[in-house]
């Protein structure tokens, strides 16, 4: 409805070594955010490194401040009024309760980066 333009990139990436449900939870919550924030565009990455499933999922909105990036994956933490706080929390949550973990950095694209590391099938 706002114009947002998705861009998923695969490519080989490999199969996620955990369950779908969480795995749907973690992207959606993530991707939501990004879509909520963009002024135009977000881009889904998915690929393999070291036995890990790294899914990367950027926008060109305002970002998050460094200072502010490990407060607001606490339950209830945001940067404005809408929402309730828990997207990025139960992201990191169910990342590290499947083995990996949720990073929050700077996009290229100049918002936020959210980069889900993640243990991949037969890795």
């Known amino acids: ?19 779908a449900e969480d795995l749907a939870e973690m992207t959606g919550s993530l991707a939501e955010n990004a879509v909520k924030w963009a002024r135009g565009a977000v881009r889904l990455t998915a ?14 909105g305002p970002g998050i401040p460094e200072v502010e990036r490990s407060r607001l994956m606490t339950r209830g933490a945001r940067l404005d009024q809408s929402g309730h706080g828990l997207g990025l929390a139960i992201a990191a949550d169910r990342a590290e309760a499947c083995g990996g973990r949720l990073i929050l950095g700077e996009a290229p694209e ?14």
Do not use: S
């Open 1 to 19: 409805r706002r114009g947002v333009t998705l861009r998923v990139e695969a490519g080989d990436a490999p199969a996620f070594r955990g369950d």
């Open 47 to 60: 690929y393999g490194e070291a036995g890990r499933l790294i899914l990367e999922i950027a926008d060109d």
């Open 110 to 123: 100049g918002g936020l980066l959210a980069r889900l590391e993640l243990p991949a099938a037969g890795g």
